[in-house]
């Protein structure tokens, strides 16, 4: 077997090393370099914000053991839907917040998709956007709760976030 590859991206030949391994393929590898496939799934990403969140959401059920039974096209059209309904902000503090952030799903601005009740699956009804603050201040609280903790907290300690 030849010891290089050429990627159908890049068309570059490069060593076997640079190049992910794929079981459905005849030699094995996957038919983009690494950096061409990192290249893809950004722009994948950055293009399909809510295939990406719909994927990462089942994801996240999956390893819950919380059963599902829409596929991730529906779901994303369900967070879609959703996204427009709550105007780009967050449901608890009313931050703008953003899909895909250029800094990153940790930054301030980033939404993250919160189940209500995190033992029920994300659908109408149990799923909305938070800011990454209110996301990792929220924690297990449900949203009502943290509703109640944030307004408390605006209007009787008046801090923001
Ligand atoms: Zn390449
Ligand atoms: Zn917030």
Redesign the pocket.
Known sequence: MSETKR?S????E?SRTEFHLSRSKPDGLHH??R??SRAVNRKWNDENPFRRLAFNAIKRMRRRGIPFNADSKELAATLEFLWDCNGGECALCGTEIVLSSSEGPNAADAAHLDALDPSRPYQLGNATFLCAPCNVSKGDLTIETAQRLYRFLREEVNVDH
Do not use: D, L, Q, V
Request: net charge positive; hydrophobic share 0%; with cysteine.
């Open positions: 990627c991206r890049c068309k570059e490069k983009r370099c950096p061409c």
